[in-house]
């Protein structure tokens, strides 16, 4: 980052400290190794500009949002017609059938369409239907699964104060009022998990999961786990829940859940839905989705679900994401891509794991073995990490970061990112990672 951006950056920093709370809108913005959040003016394709009109090409992507890049035509002239024609929030429209009935053909699990805002709007509401559902209170998630920031998700580990250092803080270290009904697992683990539904199957309402893991970098499941969480889940009338707000449209249209081949009861998306636009889904089972307000007993209701400006964009960004052999190619690309930087990091020696699925990947820094548990992720070497981002950052490539703590987090690629794009970026972290491997 240039000086000049660096002094007005700061000030700018300094100034929305003492009007925003901490000084951002959402906590994971500060950006842990840079001190501040990195300011953007805009953003176009694979790249964002900066204050100073420094381009860079986007590693984050609007945490997973611009699974297209920026300003996508198609996207952008669907707000714009939207907002010409004046359609109001709070009112339904055809589009909203239009794009639900999209969405059960494009989701294996969803029979019906519920739409929202957030990501956390929605994944409280499939732990709402379950309860109503089963008639129970406790739920499993797995350590490090991210589910939004809602009371009853905030466990990452056993401590549900939030002592452990890489958590997410729940209630400032007031423990939350459904402390025992949640049972966190370690990812991965058939043996914890079985151990756990022979123990308490008759009490659990759902279990819940991001199908890969990738709020820790990225973690997929071990073969055959997805299958057991299906099995076991449903032998003991439970609710399975694929929380696929980052998983959704990452690797197949369909998501996690039709790139393994195993359907959930329910299953949430947002982020790359709309485009960067907010929209979220809950989908799932008719039966469990009709017990939703205005059919069933399960509230569930909002001002802004269901934005029509989120609803344009995401008919319009599945419009895109559905051309024939799109996700043939991404894949492709980002394996490739993966595959490539490893080998780039291997021959500077540095340690460091890159996994990836799709057009999400993590970096682990520290670590050469595969990463398969929250566990494993942490150890993550979080002083390795920044000298990478921040010397990525001076040569034009934006990698966020989202703790100083624990696992990495996850960067990807978009849509718009070229061949070239690819090609540079490698070139740039070769300097970067003989730079990091010099002796100091
Ligand atoms: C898997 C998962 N679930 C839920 C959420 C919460 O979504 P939102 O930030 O839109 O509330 C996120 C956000 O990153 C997520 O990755």
Known sequence: MSQTLATEADRLFAGARSVLAGGVSAALRLHPYVGRPVYLAGGEGAYVTDLDGQRYLDFNLANGAALLGHRHPGVEQAVIDCLRAGVPTAAETPSHERLAALLTEIIPAAERVRFATNGSDVTIVALRIAR??????????FEGHYHGLLEPFLFRQADPTGADGAAIPSSGGVPVAEGEDVFVLPWNDAAAFEACLDRHGDRIAAVFCEPVHYNAGCIPPAPGFLELLRARTSAAGAVLVFDEVLSGFRMALGGAQAHYGVTPDLTTVAKALANGMPLAALAGRADLMESLAPTGPVAHSGTYSGHPLGVAAALAALEELRAPGLYDRLNATADAFYRDLQAILDRHALPVRVQGLGARFGLYFGRTA??????????????????????CLERGLYF?????????????????????????????????????????
């Open 370 to 391: 595969p990463v398969r548990s929250y566990n494993d992720a942490r150890d993550h070497d979080h002083d390795l990490h920044k000298r990478f981002v921040l010397a």
């Open 132 to 141: 109503h559902a089963t008639g129970r209170t406790a739920f499993v998630k």
């Open 400 to 440: 966020h970061a989202y703790s100083r703590q624990g696992p990495p987090g996850h960067a990807g690629i978009s849509l718009a990112h070229s061949a070239t794009d690819l090609a540079t970026a490698l070139t740039a972290i070769d300097d970067v990672a003989a730079e990091m491997a010099r002796p100091a």
